[in-house]
């Protein structure tokens, strides 16, 4: 049986966030390989992008909504903790916008993008980079209901939760400006994320009894959700299928999945391998010779690269360390502090 304490496990958790990276990473450098190759054939690409793509983000978020219910806003703290928040998050977003795009500038073929489009993406995320937004977007409804309703948190989360999975299907979904459809998107895995851990004591030793059911129901959901993506009934993103999915499937991943060193290392560095793993990728576009040694080289690269980005960063540069999320020198099993609760 799992231990409800086993939730407080950075360690653990940092297991479960290099999952996460490595998903991440896996899945963009098999389709950024595939373009970079040429291959008329993207089948490889779509298994890639079809297999995980209702866990990969929710896993992200939910990770997020379960470390800020460890960490919930302070008495009074909530303008500082939007704050923090907006200076984690959104400012390595911005920077990190500008240093893809002048390397695509330099290296891509396509038209670069000139002043008036790198505004424009203040205004809707970069390609990846839309997840930031969304997520900050969500603290700062969770922060609130914390502060609205300090001494009923798990009732407030459990209703937030529901009306989350409510608003998934909602056309709010469509709004693209500064990520708020996905931060509705979002919303569902963060507050399942928080519920785990505020309600864990009556959840975890259950799960550790009733995981055949767990897996049992996770697989079938799973199947019904690759059906329906592969006959284009469902993007994957916006079924009940993919809700209940990530719901189940990342939902398990927190509970059960256990310690593992090299993902916790990982993990470690989440935040800056989000930001940065792209730069890498690129970079083992053109090293590689073939679909199979770009794909391996980038994941490699996507993972590696940005951590000695941020070793180097922190070790050299540590003022510097607000561009990556890190706006002081911490320990090294410390996960970044700007997709954590607390502020």
């Known amino acids: 049986m799992i231990a409800a ?4 496990d950075r360690e653990r958790i940092n297991s479960v966030r290099g999952l996460a990276c490595l998903l991440l ?27 995980f793509l209702s866990i990969r983000m929710p896993l992200f978020s939910m ?12 008495p009074g703290g909530y303008a500082r903790f939007v704050r923090k928040k907006g200076w984690r998050i959104l400012v ?18 396509r038209a670069p993008c000139d002043t008036d489009c790198m505004l424009g993406h203040l205004v809707l995320p970069y390609e990846h980079l839309w997840f930031l937004p969304a997520i900050f977007c969500v603290f700062v409804a969770a922060a609130a209901l914390d502060v609205l309703f300090p001494q009923q948190r798990r009732r407030a989360t459990l209703i ?17 400006a500064y990520a708020i459809g996905n931060a509705f998107y979002l919303a569902p895995f963060f507050f399942g994320g928080a519920a785990i851990y505020l309600f864990r004591d009556e959840i975890t030793p259950r799960m550790a009894r009733g995981w055949p059911w767990l897996l049992a129901a996770t697989i079938i959901v799973y199947a019904i959700n690759f ?44 935040f800056t391998i989000y930001l940065y793993h792209f730069v890498f990728l690129s970079l083992a576009n053109r090293i590689g010779f073939d679909l199979f040694s770009v794909t391996v080289i980038g994941i490699v690269l996507g993972l590696a690269g940005p951590i000695l980005v941020e070793v180097a960063m922190m070790r050299f540069a540590p003022a510097l360390g607000f561009l990556i999320g890190q706006p002081r020198r911490r320990p090294r099993s410390e996960p970044s502090l700007a997709l954590s609760g607390g502020g």
């Open 92 to 109: 390595p977003c911005i920077f990190t916008t500008i240093i893809l795009i002048l390397a695509k500038n330099m290296l891509g073929r």
């Open 25 to 51: 990473v896996a899945f963009h450098s098999v389709t950024s390989a595939t373009e970079a190759m040429g291959h008329g054939d993207r089948t490889l690409s779509l298994i890639a992008e079809q297999a």
């Open 5 to 8: 304490g086993s939730l407080s």
């Open 227 to 270: 059906m329906l993506m592969a006959r284009g009934m469902s993007s994957g993103r916006d079924s009940p299928a993919a809700l209940a999915l990530g719901l189940l499937a990342c939902g398990g991943l927190l509970i059960f999945f256990p310690r593992i060193g090299l993902l916790a290392r990982i993990g470690v560095y989440s």
């Open 63 to 74: 990770i997020a909504g379960c470390i800020y219910a460890m960490h919930p806003v302070a």
């Open 160 to 176: 937030a939760l529901a009306a989350a999975c409510l608003l998934f299907f909602s056309p709010l979904r469509q709004i693209q």
